[in-house]
């Protein structure tokens, strides 16, 4: 069967079952696989072996290891998909035989207490404050991604992007939590603590106003804080407060680590992260193994010295 037919064909069926930001994915990798058969004279699937995917995933100018590893997912998930049905001409045995890039685990960059402070007090000199210092405390305290707090105008509305006023309850002591809707449509909620509680009252109460805005968080205009908003303000804010590589995902980071220090379970940090598997959640795991390691460390040298006083 045809290759550029059999892609949009699964794409359609895929269209209705997963997200449109895991669709366009999809539909990215698949357009390079697609124009790389044409490249290479390929144009039947039955033509297609384990070893020219390979090479497709070779080829990827990216270094990241996930980007790799995701290009081979995303095609060996469309070759499975052919292999079901006898008509396609794909033989299970050649997507079997398609072997997964190994993922290189990269160091989790954390925001330090003074880099956090350095951060609190940048925010004390912009145009709102109050709305700044809130998104700072409500980032570390939840550790929500950046489009489970800001609107993300890339995704339909009715993915559930951003927070909204419906999902903010802001009670007593323990009693004040948010619901957030994750990937795969997925809500959760995560409780906040006195100090975040505080900040969103003040922003409520002193900049956000009567604002008739489903959603939380407003730039100056009214209109909702877009994800690529919070990122460039976030990175502004790290200029101005001289924290290197601020970024949403990197608050994230910091909560996840700070939970695990805090006793949480790697199961229960999973459930607050909305991870799919538990797999993910390892990267923080191992991070505290190595923030444990090297406070541990004794230097040999310094012993040497102690001893010879």
Known sequence: MDIHSSIEEYLGAKQNAITSSTYAWYERFLGYFDV????????DLEQITAGHVQQFVADSTS?????????????????????????????????????????????????SERDIARLMTACDKTMQPHRNRALVHILLDTGVRA???????????????????????????????????GKGLKSRTISLGQQTTMAMRKYLNRERGHS???????????????????????NELGEYANVRNVHPHRFRH???????????????????????????????????????????????????????R
């Open 254 to 308: 910091t909560f996840a680590v700070n939970q695990l220090l805090a006793g949480t379970s790697d199961l229960v940090l999973m459930r607050l992260m909305r991870h799919t598997t538990l797999d993910s959640t390892k990267i923080y795991v191992r991070a505290i193994s190595q923030i444990q390691a090297r406070n541990a460390a004794v230097s040999v040298v310094d012993q040497m010295r102690r001893k010879q």
């Open 36 to 43: 790389r058969c044409a490249h290479h004279r390929l144009t």
């Open 147 to 181: 489009s489970e707090l800001c609107y993300d105008s890339e995704r339909p509305a009715d993915e559930g992007t951003g927070l909204r006023m419906d999902n903010l309850i802001l009670g007593r002591g323990t009693e004040s939590f948010i619901r957030v809707m």
């Open 212 to 234: 008739l805005s489903p959603y939380v968080f407003l730039s100056r205009d009214g209109d909702p804080l877009s994800v690529r908003m919070l990122q460039q303000f976030m």
């Open 63 to 111: 270094t990241n290891t996930y980007t790799r590893h995701a290009r081979a997912q995303v095609v060996k998930g469309f070759l499975n998909w052919c292999a079901q049905d006898d008509e396609m001409g794909v033989r299970k045995r050649t997507v079997e035989r398609i072997e997964m890039p190994k993922i290189v685990q990269s160091e989790v960059e954390l925001l």
